[in-house]
């Protein structure tokens, strides 16, 4: 591919509760990628050169459904959500969590099993800690696996 042709992947975000939405944006500007964020309606999001804003209904599972038809394989995918991860990684797309991990079929087994024991703790009454607060720090790392995923992607196109 050469430069200013469309690149053939874009970056899908679950951006209900994206705490990245800002370096995200930030880092596919600067690579030429287009991002997609999907809400709900009950989330604001603010219009930006180069995304795409797709608001749906406040359903269970709305917005997971919609990325779920929207991604393709090569497609960058970025969730906290274990369950719309796993299946992003069976549709041949890269998914990166919030603070820059990237569930791969190596981790997302493990993921799963821990959010099963820790809905069926809370069912039995038992308590579990959410996810600790982001940090500058995390923001970075986030940026900076981002932007080492997009180089490799790009390499990948002839970019």
């Not at 180069?50 to 497609?75: F, P, T």
């Not at 799963?112 to 995390?138: I, L, S, V």
Request: aromatic share 4%; with cysteine.
């Amino acid at each position: 591919m050469t430069p200013g042709t469309p690149l053939g992947f874009s970056i899908v975000v679950d951006a209900d509760s994206c705490p990245v939405k800002h370096e995200i944006v930030v880092t596919a500007l600067q690579h030429g990628v287009p991002v997609l964020m999907v809400a709900s309606h009950d989330h604001r999001l603010e219009s930006l050169p180069g995304v795409e804003i797709v608001q749906v209904d406040r359903s269970d599972q709305s917005v997971d459904l919609y990325i779920l038809n929207r991604i393709k394989r090569g497609d960058i995918v970025v969730t906290g959500d274990f369950g719309l991860a796993c299946v992003a990684i069976g549709k041949g797309t890269v998914v990166l969590s919030p603070r820059g991990e990237q569930y791969t079929d190596a981790n997302i087994d493990y993921l799963m099993e821990r959010r099963h024991e820790g809905a069926r703790r809370r069912r039995a009454g038992g308590r579990t800690k959410g996810p600790k607060a982001m940090t500058g720090d995390d923001r970075k790392t986030f940026q900076q696996k981002l932007t080492k995923v997009l180089i490799g992607m790009q390499e990948i196109h002839d970019i």
